[in-house]
Each structure stands twice: as C-alpha cells, then as structure tokens.
C-alpha cells in the first residue's frame, strides 16, 4: 500500500510544470549567489579625516587609509563640525582628527563613529585604532600571539554554507509539505483518499517520504557546488551531515503537514508556516551569536530544532567533529522530529 501511495506522489511532483525546476535551480542559485551577498564582513566604511597637525606622521596616517580594503577615504575637512556634518548627511561613517603634535607623540587621535549601526561603528572604529598601531612603539616581546582555529582565512562564506543548508531544508522540506495536503483540500482529491481504507499513518508517511528524499538532494547540491564554486569542503564525516539533514527534514516536513492539516485555505497555510520559520530561524543563531540574545529570549532555543541543527552542523562541517561531539543535538533533533511526526499521524483528520 505504502508502495503506490509512494508513486502516487512522486507522479504528483513529476507532472507539476514548477516544482521539479524549483527542487533543482532553488539549490543552486542559494549557493551560488547567496554566500557573496549574505556577508556580514564590515567594509568600505568611509572615512573622512581632520588634519591638524600637517605632519609627516599624519600624512602617512592618511595614506594608510586611503590603501586599505576595509576603508573609502572621502577625503579631509578643516574643523570638526564640518567633519559631523558629513556623518550627518551620510557622507562619512567616522570622523579621524589628528591634533596637533600628533607627529612628536604628544597627542592622541580622536575616532568619531556613527553608532547608528552599532556593529559598523564598533567594529569600524576598531580596524582604525589597530591601524594606528604601527605609529606607536610596541615591544615585540608584548606583542600578542594569535592563533585562528578553523577558519584560518577567516572567510565569512565558510560560516555561512552551513546555514546555507539549514534555510534550504528548511525552505523546500517546510513549505512543499505544508502545500501539499492544502492543495489536495482546494483541488477536492483528498476526499477520494479519505473514502478509501489507507491508514492515517501509511498516509502521513507517503507524504513525508518523498520530502527527505529532497533534503538529500538538496544537500549533495550543496556539498558539490561548496566544492566545486568556493573550494570548501567539510571536516568531518559526510554521513554526520546527511543524518543531520534527515532529522531536520523530519521536523520540518511533519511541521508543514501539522500546518497544513489545521488550515482550510493556501493562503492561511502559507503565512501560519511563515511565522513559525521566521522565528525559529532568527532564534536559532544562524546569523548571530545566540549567547547575545536576552535570557528569556536564549531559552527559547531549547525547543529550536534549528539551532541544534546550526550547532551540530557547524561542529562537523567547519570544526571536523565526529559523532560524540553532536550527540546532544542529534539526540533532540531525534526527540523534537518524533513528537511532531506523530502529531502529524495524529492531527490528520479523514472526514476532511
């Protein structure tokens, strides 16, 4: 039974005009564009100085920003209320003064930052106080020693891919499900299958099958193309991240048929479902530390599926973790992926 409500769907996904370009060109473009764009890298932050001092020190001062990647030198302003207004009109993102005697070292620079953005004006003022670094004498017995661990190129895009695989599960496990059954209620189908002797759970099954056969599409797509377009590859077991991948299908997949099961409407449907993983995605650390966030807001991610996912995918595709390092993770993703599979069982009505 199980056997032909499997190819029942799999000839529902064939003969659909979108979905199949959808499951293979979505993948690709994500990987392809996304980790270019989606950098949270601070650069070409501008800089507009006031020189006082008219020194050789500060002139080569000057021209060290004006060589730097990280900065647009926008030029010089005569007195530092002209400087503000510049910030003010969004002409400049930080204001350096050079006073005078700067170049005989009896003064200190002052570092003006736009703190409207505060990670720019925080992290900007600070790649322009370690660029003045080398105007100071420094022993190099202090000097520290640093050691990068992972990343040592510290390329953005290396964080990135992972999460790049949690939003494409997501995306294409959460809400192809959670249309699927709506539009079998629209479409007036589903009223044959509810006549019909077929188990709830045979049912529920044969719809969420061919939904992590996806989510491994989905991740080889990715493992190639991060090969293939950016020289990443992962550290630890392939296997670990397939497994991870399924688990989050799981929850994902049961999540869109929970969803689909108590809506009438697609459009209901659809905004129900992108409630839930816009939260979980914001909550889930895949953009930022989650250890930033308010504590009530922190114990949130004891019930997100996604941060152990993020977590655990992390460990093992940058850090080369094997299974003990994950085990925690995989253990709730397990937990939380049964509770709502069998909700999923549970909640699907045949007297639709």
Same mark, same amino acid.
């Given at each position: 039974?199980?056997?032909?409500?499997?190819?029942?769907?799999?000839?529902?996904?064939?003969?659909?005009?979108?979905?199949?370009?959808?499951?293979?060109?979505?993948?690709?473009?994500?990987?392809?564009?996304?980790?270019?764009?989606?950098?949270?890298?601070?650069?070409?932050?501008?800089?507009?100085?006031?020189?006082?001092?008219?020194?050789?020190?500060?002139?080569?001062?000057?021209?060290?920003?004006?060589?730097?990647?990280?900065?647009?030198?926008?030029?010089?302003?005569?007195?530092?209320?002209?400087?503000?207004?510049?910030?003010?009109?969004?002409?400049?993102?930080?204001?350096?003064?050079?006073?005078?005697?700067?170049?005989?070292?009896?003064?200190?620079?002052?570092?003006?930052?736009?703190?409207?953005?505060?990670?720019?004006?925080?992290?900007?003022?600070?790649?322009?106080?370690?660029?003045?670094?080398?105007?100071?004498?420094?022993?190099?017995?202090?000097?520290p020693s640093i050691h990068t661990l992972y990343n040592p190129g510290q390329d953005y895009k290396v964080f990135m891919i992972p999460a790049?695989?949690?939003?494409?599960?997501?995306?294409?496990?959460?809400?192809?499900?959670?249309?699927?059954?709506?539009?079998?209620?629209?479409?007036?189908?589903?009223?044959?299958?509810?006549?019909?002797?077929?188990?709830?759970?045979?049912?529920?099954?044969?719809?969420?099958?061919?939904?992590? /056969?996806? $989510? *491994? &599409?989905?991740?080889?797509?990715? #493992?190639?193309? %991060?090969?293939?377009?950016?020289?990443?590859?992962?550290?630890?077991?392939?296997?670990?991240?397939?497994?991870?991948?399924? /688990?989050? $299908? *799981? &929850?994902?997949?049961?999540?869109? #048929?929970?969803? %689909?099961?108590?809506?009438?409407?697609?459009?209901?449907?659809?905004?129900?479902?992108?409630?839930?993983?816009?939260?979980?995605?914001?909550?889930?650390?895949?953009?930022?530390?989650?250890?930033?966030?308010?504590?009530?807001?922190?114990?949130?991610?004891?019930?997100?599926?996604?941060?152990?996912?993020?977590?655990?995918?992390?460990?093992?595709?940058?850090?080369?973790?094997?299974?003990?390092?994950?085990?925690?993770?995989?253990?709730?993703?397990?937990?939380?992926?049964?509770?709502?599979?069998?909700?999923?069982?549970?909640?699907?009505?045949?007297?639709?």
């Amino acid at each position: 039974m199980l056997k032909y409500l499997l190819q029942k769907e799999f000839l529902q996904i064939r003969r659909n005009a979108f979905l199949p370009r959808l499951i293979l060109l979505f993948p690709i473009v994500m990987m392809c564009v996304i980790p270019w764009v989606m950098n949270q890298e601070v650069k070409n932050i501008r800089v507009c100085v006031v020189d006082n001092d008219r020194s050789t020190t500060s002139q080569q001062l000057v021209h060290r920003i004006e060589a730097s990647n990280y900065f647009m030198f926008t030029g010089r302003q005569p007195t530092y209320a002209e400087a503000l207004h510049a910030i003010e009109t969004s002409r400049a993102d930080i204001v350096l003064v050079v006073p005078r005697g700067y170049g005989k070292g009896r003064s200190q620079v002052l570092i003006a930052a736009n703190a409207v953005n505060g990670t720019k004006g925080s992290i900007g003022a600070n790649y322009l106080s370690q660029m003045m670094a080398p105007s100071t004498q420094t022993s190099a017995a202090t000097a520290p020693s640093i050691h990068t661990l992972y990343n040592p190129g510290q390329d953005y895009k290396v964080f990135m891919i992972p999460a790049l695989f949690a939003i494409l599960t997501m995306l294409m496990c959460g809400f192809l499900p959670t249309l699927n059954i709506v539009g079998e209620k629209e479409a007036g189908t589903i009223e044959q299958m509810n006549v019909t002797p077929v188990p709830k759970w045979a049912f529920i099954l044969a719809k969420l099958i061919p939904y992590w /056969l996806i $989510a *491994l &599409f989905v991740i080889t797509a990715c #493992l190639v193309l %991060s090969w293939a377009v950016y020289g990443i590859t992962c550290q630890g077991p392939l296997a670990l991240v397939y497994l991870l991948a399924l /688990l989050l $299908a *799981l &929850f994902f997949s049961s999540l869109g #048929l929970i969803i %689909s099961n108590y809506s009438s409407t697609m459009q209901q449907a659809i905004f129900v479902m992108w409630f839930f993983v816009v939260c979980m995605m914001l909550l889930s650390g895949l953009f930022t530390p989650t250890r930033s966030m308010p504590s009530w807001a922190y114990l949130t991610t004891y019930v997100n599926p996604m941060y152990y996912f993020i977590d655990a995918i992390r460990t093992v595709f940058v850090r080369g973790g094997g299974f003990a390092a994950i085990a925690h993770q995989v253990l709730a993703l397990v937990g939380i992926g049964s509770i709502m599979a069998v909700w999923a069982v549970v909640s699907y009505k045949k007297n639709n």
